[in-house]
């Protein structure tokens, strides 16, 4: 399975998850991202989802790009059921974490396996990612990465360590950091598949910005699309978590806009403009 151009993202759904992912997947998303983090995400409601798609419209899960995360336990709501043993070792917890979303979402594999975060020292960020890797030898995830790492000494620590290349980060993509410039190119020079959240919510001044418009006058797209089309075309997969259906669909016909290199420049022009003040006032 190639790897996604856009990725229908979870969280928060609460209980409108099952049939926002059915919606979603009808509509023509291959693509759901979630975690085994009751906090936010309802990854048993996704297996749901997974169940009636198969049974009554006959998309079978091997259709499905489907991903999830390790949360470590700064990340839980402990007044919730956790899914696995706060007390156990890290290596522990991640094997247990990773069985419990195979229970939630019925299937005995991920196409990728994520890290929710780094962990509280780079010793328990390491032994955690020891586990996503021996996952990956079992044949057991296909992918693996980490999310919410903004720091390229990191990647790079877990790459040396580990002895092997990530495959996927997934950090936020927005104004308040800079649309993660540093990350963004490490990833594109070591062939890391990069995903963005907050892609939309986070660049209101982009979004409303000449560059932007110039391409919605033209071409007749909304600001979304064109900026999701702008992320693709920089090497960047957008989550979108949309509850609207006709934002879904915007979302993905966004794929085949023609857009030209000269579109592409003129925003990251804008993106560069961005004062300091702006990127403070969003975050």
Known sequence: MSFPKIIYGTAWKKERTTNLVVQAVLQGFRAIDTACQPKHYQEKLVGDALDT??????????????????TSIDGQD??????????ASITDQVRQSFSTSLKNLRTDYLDSYILHSPLRTPALTLEAWKVLLELQDEGKVHKIGISNCYDTRVLQYLIDNGKRMLDVVQNRWYEGNGWDADV???????????????????????????????IVR???ATPAQALFRVAQMMGVTPLSGTKDEQHMKD??????MSLTEADVESVQRAMKAITPAQKTGIM
């Open 53 to 70: 798609l198969r049974q009554r419209h006959g998309i079978n899960r091997e259709d499905i790009f489907l991903q999830t995360k390790y």
């Open 78 to 87: 402990a007044s919730k059921p956790l899914p696995y043993d706060p007390t």
């Open 184 to 214: 963004v190119q490490f990833c594109k020079t070591h062939g890391i598949y990069y995903e963005s959240f907050w892609t939309l919510s986070g660049s209101p001044n982009l979004l409303q910005g000449a560059a932007i418009q110039d």
């Open 218 to 220: 033209r071409t007749g």
């Open 251 to 256: 979302g993905l016909t966004c794929v085949d």
